[in-house]
């Protein structure tokens, strides 16, 4: 098996990827898998699927699941196509806009990360009924969801 067969399939591809959201520098990859960056690079030219590995960062990763992260937290609206069978055996499409409703767990993670000093679990700032009774409500919200 030659070396680059390995790293522009599957496997290969997807460590490749890994390494770049782990913050590995594209020369420090090359090193790793034991070429010359030129050679790796040689080897993206000719394979679409290691170019985008490569294309990987850590930012774009954290970038893409915040972006998920807010939308799942305020919720969304979707569309769907879907395929009935009439009698006749012809196949109708028809489109659905399905509302996603706002989740109290994403909503819960978002604020806890992006304002501790007014969303920990125990604020610093004496502990006042206020944030008792929040914890409270969002928790009874999140227990309604989750039945």
């Not at 985008?52 to 769907?80: N, P, W």
């Not at 993670?109 to 000093?117: A, F």
């Amino acid at each position: 098996m030659k070396k680059n067969e390995f790293w522009t399939e599957k496997d290969g591809i997807m460590l490749i990827a890994a390494w770049r959201r782990d913050g590995l520098a594209v020369s420090d990859i090359a090193r790793k898998i034991g070429v010359k960056l030129r050679t790796l690079l040689r080897w993206e030219r000719g394979c679409a699927e290691l170019h985008s590995a490569l294309m990987e960062s850590r930012e774009r990763t954290d970038a893409c699941v915040e972006a998920a992260l807010l939308k799942k937290a305020l919720g969304f609206r979707t569309t769907e196509e879907k395929y009935v069978v009439k009698a006749d055996g012809k196949e109708e499409v028809t489109t659905v806009i399905k509302e996603v409703p706002p989740d109290v767990s994403a909503a819960s993670v978002w604020l806890k990360n992006r304002r501790p000093d007014k969303w920990r679990d125990k604020p610093t700032e004496g502990g006042s009924d206020m944030y008792k009774k929040l914890d409270e409500f969002l928790g009874g919200i999140d227990a309604d969801a989750n039945r």
